[in-house]
């Protein structure tokens, strides 16, 4: 088992970036804060979740306030599990938690699940996705889930988004796996997926593609954007004001960890600069929390910048 040990949640507030602008991140405080944590780290609904005791039996899902102080731990339990992987987690505004995985009993047999974690010690909701397999997943503001995930049988044209209930009840389903390039760009742990500002964003690098749906249930935009090459995507947020931004890191030695905002008018994506080498881990409003290796909260302010650039 792996933790990181005095990692630093960065939080940088970001102004609306308008058409041909670019953001300049600045540091403007600093304070102390200690984390431990394992795997599938995400800034989700205020809190910082994170897994511990991934690939076995009974993992335990821990969050952490925004001054570092834990806020309570989760267990995930699934009966005849031997292992038990998490693959996505979310928290909503009302501290209902979700997850999604995959389960192993002793025989060596899988099956993907979507759990429902009520806040206060309520009983967990175990629901079996059979075919489906959910990689990354949102918990909207009526507690409702948004799932991603790829089908295991050769069904390509149902949508590998699927919305569930409160109840597990799946209500909704958009995007057919047939419109992607490859299932493995569906099945990437680097994808993003992200509730804020009444959408749910989700990126894949491997696909170059951004699509978005609305507190509706329906797509409100599908975007090409370039494929990134010779880099791994390592966390990603979405803004209140619906900004997207993501971090990633090169493949080769030495590894440069990079920044990116998406310019959802062309689909660019624009390498920042922030004053610290960061990787995401989602937004708190209009701000980005990250992380670094060093210690101390940081709080970095985003001033505009006037591109020469003329809009066309």
Same mark, same amino acid.
């Given at each position: ?56 039996? &009974?993992?335990?899902? #821990?969050?952490?306030?925004? %001054? !570092?102080?834990?806020?309570?731990? /989760?267990? @995930? $339990?699934? +009966? ?17 938690? &979700?997850?999604?995985? #995959?389960?192993?009993?002793? %025989? !060596?047999?899988?099956?993907?699940? /979507?759990? @429902? $974690?009520? +806040? ?17 997943? &949102? ?174």
């Amino acid at each position: 088992m792996v933790s990181i040990k005095m990692s630093i949640v960065l939080l940088f507030s970001v102004s609306q970036l308008p058409v041909g602008r670019a953001a300049i991140l600045t540091s403007s405080s600093r304070a102390a804060v200690n984390f431990e944590f394992t795997a599938v780290p995400r800034w989700s609904a205020g809190m910082l979740i994170a897994v511990d005791y991934q690939a076995t039996g &009974a993992p335990l899902i #821990r969050l952490f306030g925004r %001054d !570092g102080h834990e806020g309570g731990n /989760l267990p @995930l $339990l699934i +009966p005849q599990a031997q292992t038990i992987v998490v693959r996505g987690i979310a928290r909503g505004d009302s501290g209902l938690v &979700a997850a999604c995985g #995959r389960a192993i009993d002793k %025989d !060596g047999r899988q099956s993907a699940f /979507l759990a @429902l $974690l009520p +806040p206060n010690g309520g009983a967990e909701k175990l629901i079996a996705l059979n075919e489906y397999y959910a990689e990354s997943l &949102a918990v909207v503001s009526d507690d409702t889930v948004w799932t991603q995930g790829y089908f295991t049988s050769n069904d390509n044209r149902s949508g590998v988004f699927r919305h569930f209930d409160q109840a597990g009840l799946l209500i909704g389903s958009l995007v057919p796996e047939s419109t992607f390039a490859s299932k493995l760009h569906l099945a990437d742990p680097g994808n993003g997926m992200a509730w804020s500002g009444g959408r749910v964003g989700w990126y894949s690098p491997g696909e170059g593609r951004y699509i978005e749906i609305s507190s509706e249930g329906k797509l409100s935009a599908d975007l090409k954007t370039p494929v990134i090459q010779g880099e791994k995507m390592t966390g990603f947020a979405l803004t209140e004001d619906g900004q997207v931004f993501l971090s990633t890191q090169t493949n080769s030695h030495p590894i440069h960890p990079v920044l990116y905002s998406l310019d959802k008018e062309s689909g660019e994506l624009r390498k920042e600069a922030p004053p610290e080498p960061i990787r995401l881990y989602g937004a708190d409003g209009n701000s980005v929390v990250g992380v670094t290796h060093t210690a101390g909260l940081q709080f970095l302010t985003v001033q505009k910048q006037v591109s020469t650039k003329a809009r066309p």
